[in-house]
């Protein structure tokens, strides 16, 4: 089952309408702007930025008809992702340092404080194995957040996060 998403140019679902089952770098090229949406089906993560950069927010089935107002950003919806559904085990290694250097550990399940459980002094780089991830910048799912999928992640400062400690990390488990 795929994901469906339909944005709105305005608040509470008005104006112009785009509807994606995919992924979309740019919106600019479906809408003038963004600042509604309802997620029909799927998991999703919308981005501030083109590219999906700056700002991220993970958006499950529901309405969302004031996108400022309750992600507290400043700006609209830019670009979006559909996360794919994920069956079987999640692995992440987590490094203290950038390009997998200092402390290392394994997680396998939600983590609402890393620093606490794992005695680690920060997280600047991670190897997603299995399963999608969502990391927070504050301990117990709070603060920005940085969708994470299968792959390297050398350096989180090299992907626009150089101001910003992780501090918890959560398995993407919802039927997306």
Known sequence: MHGKIIFYEDKNFQGRSYETSSDCADMASH???CH???VESGCFM??????YMGNQYFMKRGEYSDYQRMMGFGDCIRSCRMIPMHKGSYKVRIYERENFGGQINEVNEDCDNIQDRYHMSDCQSCNVMDG???MYEQPQFRGKMM???PGEYKSFRDMGYDAMRFSSIRRITDSC
Not at 46 to 51: F, I, P
């Open 46 to 51: 919308v981005y501030d930025r083109t590219n």
């Open 36 to 38: 509604s949406c309802k």
């Open 147 to 149: 969708y994470l999928r």
């Open 132 to 134: 999608h991830w969502l």
């Open 31 to 33: 809408l003038s702007r």
